[in-house]
């Protein structure tokens, strides 16, 4: 595997897989749908079981996204006082057009990130001690 990483060290992992493409080459297209990732980079052959990102970007998207939308939506209450329909019609559009972006963008940006430190899932010692 190390052979591998050496072979396809020409790319960056993170900034490959925030475009959407293989970690490690660079090359291959890194999501078969809109998040959803291939089985294997069709260019260098990367098998993608490793990364799993979990509810990471999801977290992230939510932070992020809430504070500039509650933000900015009370900023408009407190100067303005539109009716509840404005806020619905502004807010819940602008919620989703930043939202949804930006949620695949963190997802390559994670697996990325997991290429690169080599993460894996957590493991205890088999060495019998109970230590991990």
């Not at 291959?28 to 490793?50: M, N, P, V």
């Not at 057009?97 to 695949?104: D, G, Q």
Request: hydrophobic letters at 45%.
């Amino acid at each position: 595997m190390a052979e591998d990483r050496a072979l396809h060290a020409e790319a960056d992992p993170v900034k490959a897989a925030t475009r959407g493409r293989c970690p490690r080459c660079g090359e291959g297209k890194l999501f078969a749908g809109f998040l959803t990732l291939q089985k294997r980079c069709s260019a260098c052959g990367l098998d993608y079981e490793f990364a799993d990102s979990g509810d990471g970007p999801a977290v992230f998207v939510i932070l992020i996204i809430g504070f500039v939308v509650c933000g900015v939506a009370l900023w408009m209450e407190v100067s303005l006082a539109p009716p509840l329909w404005v806020h619905f019609l502004l807010w819940v559009p602008l919620t989703l057009i930043l939202s949804l972006p930006l949620l695949r963008v963190l997802k390559g940006t994670m697996i990325g990130l997991q290429y690169k430190n080599h993460a894996a899932e957590g493991r205890l010692s088999d060495d019998g001690d109970g230590s991990a």
